[in-house]
């Protein structure tokens, strides 16, 4: 069953529970993967699902911090809920070790030395880690290494 298939499946699935938070999330996932697709004009892979997944995800990391700040914990615990039931869909996520032996490898082979060097070892590590790592993270780990901290 495609990623697709499997969504709209758990939606009918929320609907019977009466799973607010997962009919909630599983309808927006639904609705932006829609839109990809308008777009594109065709079918959307699950590779690209799994991108929608993760973008879908980052706003709400960004809407959790807006709301702590605002001091609306109701609302961020809302999006925490969320997440929770996205990542419930996604690949799994390489730990932060997973991904500093991953860039060490490509720092060896590839003979890399200085900070500069970033943007190179970043162009091989991330088609890799595509779906399973947060950019953020890698570039942090990438950069460490090649500071030498």
Not at 37 to 63: C, H, L, N, Y
Not at 109 to 125: F, H, Q, Y
């Amino acid at each position: 069953m495609d990623l697709k298939a499997k969504l709209n499946q758990d939606l009918k699935e929320a609907l019977k529970a009466k799973d607010e938070v997962k009919l909630r999330t599983v309808r927006m996932l639904l609705a932006a993967i829609k839109n990809f697709e308008v777009e594109k004009m065709g079918p959307a892979t699950d590779e690209e699902i799994f991108q929608i997944m993760s973008k879908e995800i980052k706003k709400r990391q960004e809407a959790i911090e807006m709301y702590e700040k605002g001091g609306r914990p109701d609302l961020a615990q809302a999006e925490k809920q969320e997440i929770e039931v996205i990542q419930s869909y996604m690949p799994n996520q390489l730990s932060e070790e997973e991904i500093r032996e991953l860039a060490r490898k490509v720092i060896s082979e590839m003979n890399l030395k200085s900070p500069k060097d970033v943007g190179t070892a970043m162009k091989v590590i991330m088609p890799q880690v595509k779906g399973r790592a947060d950019g953020k993270l890698v570039n942090k780990i990438v950069s460490e290494l090649l500071s030498g901290s």
